[in-house]
């Protein structure tokens, strides 16, 4: 078993990247068997299919990196590194740019999202990042790619890139490609905003109160909590209680990620309770859950050195792993 995953080095962590994927990485990492390994990476080439700043580009790669150890991503058992470090990844794009199809691309929603009415001033690269990610999974043979949701239509995509591949330029019985399936890891949580219960809790919402980032300090973390909008009622005892109360459901399943309970157990347990009560409870276990990861953070990024070295390591056990693969892509194409 391989696993591979990237995240965009855009910014600092939030609640929802660390319940929604980071800590599954981790889980994943610590769960693996013997002779399987998880490659994580941080996707600073994806970063620059949308306008951005060279120089915020570099310290947030830094800090992402901070930020998947501080959560528990271990150097020494996953491979951890960033995309721009290993070129086979931009190499193996141009390769499968010849294998997928305008159509496919066309067809991708988060092009169509981001892209929005400018679609003649998005850039190229955000038409064929889904081909670099294709390449990014492909290039390492991986067999599970954990996604969210919205990443389904890439790692279909990047499945059909590799079996029109493997059909157009292998013999039958030696394929370039492993077709990878997605892990849609069982407590992967979707975190709402804290302002608004219906909208993902999101590093691209401008006010910073509908976030708990993993940097907020306890005070930040307790005051955005008590500041979550909230309905006048009592928790339920029953899950069917929440339905048409999105911020409270919110609440109550941020509080079962925490704990690796379900919604009907946390009920079980709070129902009757207000939200005078059910708040600062929350907060706790927050400021519990996060100040030592924000401790081991803070610390981490005073030494950029160990930063840049720890990429530097992992980016040389990924070349490894991809040097082969991407060299039977070349020739399989007569290059
Ligand atoms: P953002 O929406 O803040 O820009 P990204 O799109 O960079 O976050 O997502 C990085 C990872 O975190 C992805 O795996 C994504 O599925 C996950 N993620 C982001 N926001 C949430 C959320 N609110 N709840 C659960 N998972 C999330
Ligand atoms: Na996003």
């Known amino acids: 078993m391989r696993v591979v995953s990237g995240i965009q080095p855009t910014g600092s ?17 610590d769960d693996l068997e013997p002779g399987s390994e998880c490659l994580f990476f941080l996707a600073d080439l994806h970063a620059i299919s949308m306008p951005h700043s060279p120089a915020e580009l570099k310290a947030a790669t830094l800090e992402m990196t901070a930020a998947l150890v501080a959560c528990g991503i271990d150097p020494a058992r996953s491979i951890l590194f960033n995309q721009a470090q290993v070129p086979a990844h931009s190499e193996l794009q141009w390769l ?11 067809r991708m929603t988060q092009f169509k999202d981001k892209s929005g009415k400018n679609r003649e001033g998005a850039s190229v690269a955000l038409f064929t990042y889904p081909v670099l990610q294709a390449a990014d999974v492909l290039l390492y043979q991986a067999t599970h790619v954990p996604v969210g ?14 079996q029109k591949f493997n059909n157009d330029f292998c013999p039958e019985d030696a394929p370039v490609f492993t077709l990878p399936d997605p892990i849609i890891p069982p407590g992967a949580a979707r975190i709402m905003s804290l302002r608004d219960g219906t909208a ?12 708990i980032n993993l940097a907020d300090d306890p005070d930040e973390v307790m005051k955005k909590v008590k500041k979550a909008k909230t309905d006048p009622e009592p928790l339920p005892s029953e899950e069917a209680g929440l339905v048409g109360r999105p911020e409270a459901l919110n609440l109550v399943s941020i509080y079962a990620a925490l704990t690796d309970k379900s919604v009907a157990d946390v009920l079980a347990e709070h129902g009757g309770q207000g939200f005078g009560s059910f708040k600062p409870a929350l907060g706790e276990l927050l400021v519990e859950t996060l100040s030592p990861i924000t401790a ?20 040389a056990k990924a070349r490894q792993i991809a040097g082969p693969t991407l060299e039977q892509a070349y020739r399989a194409l007569g290059l």
Do not use: C
């Open 13 to 29: 962590l939030h609640l929802g990247n660390y319940l929604g994927a980071i800590r599954n990485w981790v889980r994943m990492q």
């Open 96 to 106: 499968l740019n010849g294998t997928a199809r305008m159509g496919w691309l066309s």
């Open 149 to 162: 949701e919205d990443q389904k239509q890439h790692l279909e995509l990047a499945r059909d890139i590799a």
């Open 200 to 211: 993902k809790m999101s590093k691209s919402d401008p006010s910073d109160m509908s976030r």
């Open 296 to 315: 081991r953070f803070t610390g981490l990024l005073e030494d950029r050195e160990s930063l840049d070295a720890i990429l530097a390591r992992g980016a």
